[in-house]
């Protein structure tokens, strides 16, 4: 027999037990505010899940970004936006835009026209992937993710190369 006594065994038991259920219940979680103080929308393995997790865009908040480009650019693919209105620039066209897809895509009761994690998400289940997760399209238009950083990056035309989705630039945005 072990030297442990069954007191002792249950008391290590109930420990454990106590220590798992609390990790599970208040282990760290990823919020909007962790995935902007990356800097950039990102994502790693199954692509249609990345932007669950990601920041909030609005007229308020990471108004001129790449990452409001890379909305924009769902916006214009899904109809609500012509391609010149791709501009990084989250006003009030763009507002308007978001209202109409989340009454289509969401519920009209869920249109505020602000991009949080529930439109992110939706929007992510419909990109599809040409290359093992990396080469990734919404509608017909290419987007990709960084394989060392799974940074998000897209074009708005082939004169200015690509914009990062980055929450605090907008560079070679159009």
Known sequence: ???????????VTALAA????????????????AATAQGFVNGWDNFTDDWADEGILSTTQHANSGATGLWQLVLWQDGYL????????FGPKTQA?????????????EAD????????GEASQHIGSTDNG????????????????GEYFFHTDYTNGFV???YTSAANCR
């Open 1 to 11: 027999m072990n030297n442990i006594s069954r007191k002792t065994r249950y008391r």
């Open 18 to 33: 106590a220590a798992l259920a609390f990790g599970v219940v208040a282990g760290p979680a990823t919020t909007a505010q």
């Open 82 to 89: 012509s391609e010149s209105d791709v501009d990084c620039k």
């Open 97 to 109: 835009a978001t209202k109409k897809w989340q009454a289509h895509y969401l519920r009209a009761s």
């Open 113 to 120: 026209g602000v991009v949080g994690n529930k439109t992110f």
């Open 134 to 149: 990396f080469s990734l399209q919404y509608g017909s238009i290419y987007i990709g993710r960084n394989v060392n950083n």
């Open 164 to 166: 990062d989705a980055s």
